[in-house]
């Protein structure tokens, strides 16, 4: 039984498991690996939050937030926003998450962490998103509320 020689199989198995490009010239003895990287996508026409928002989890002093758009586009880069404070006509504090977009998938699912929260405490947000060059996808929920336990 004769076995198969394998050094012109190894790059193609780390193209097909990567996604990405492989370059090579048959005389070098190195190849050299080029991801994809995607422009970014087009801006969706409206936003809209699809779900939520709503509490993800809350724990002590410490809250998730979760709310569903549809693709907001743009830059890969996003954050999710909470603007939150115990006065809903002054939410001054603010807590963002980074995300990145999946320019495959129709809608991004954000989850914003807040930390600090003072116990038995009822506390007001609202919850957008934004470009990670701080361009705002053009939209914000109405004004939520929580009690902290």
């Given at each position: 039984?004769?076995?198969?020689?394998?050094?012109?199989?190894?790059?193609?198995?780390?193209?097909?498991?990567?996604?990405?490009?492989l370059?090579?010239?048959?005389?070098?003895?190195?190849?050299?690996y080029?991801?994809?990287?995607?422009?970014?996508?087009?801006?969706?026409?409206?936003?809209?939050?699809?779900?939520?928002?709503?509490?993800?989890?809350?724990?002590?002093?410490?809250?998730?937030?979760?709310w569903?758009?549809?693709?907001?586009?743009?830059?890969?880069e996003h954050?999710?926003?909470?603007?939150?404070?115990?006065?809903?006509?002054?939410?001054?504090?603010?807590?963002?998450?980074?995300?990145?977009?999946?320019?495959?998938h129709?809608?991004?699912?954000?989850?914003?962490?807040?930390?600090?929260?003072?116990?038995?405490?009822t506390?007001?947000?609202?919850?957008?998103?934004?470009?990670?060059?701080?361009?705002?996808?053009?939209?914000?929920?109405?004004?939520?509320r929580?009690?902290?336990?």
């Open positions: 039984m004769r076995a198969l020689p394998l050094h012109g199989l190894l790059p193609l198995a780390i193209t097909v498991i990567a996604g990405g490009v370059l090579s010239n048959p005389t070098d003895a190195q190849t050299v080029q991801p994809k990287i995607l422009p970014p996508a087009k801006p969706a026409g409206r936003v809209q939050i699809t779900e939520g928002p709503a509490l993800e989890s809350v724990r002590d002093n410490t809250v998730i937030i979760r569903t758009n549809n693709n907001p586009g743009g830059s890969d954050f999710g926003v909470v603007h939150y404070g115990t006065d809903p006509g002054n939410l001054s504090q603010v807590a963002k998450s980074h995300i990145r977009l999946n320019q495959n129709a809608e991004t699912v954000f989850r914003v962490r807040i930390d600090g929260l003072k116990p038995q405490t506390y007001y947000y609202t919850v957008d998103s934004m470009q990670g060059n701080g361009k705002d996808d053009g939209v914000k929920s109405s004004v939520c929580f009690v902290n336990p």
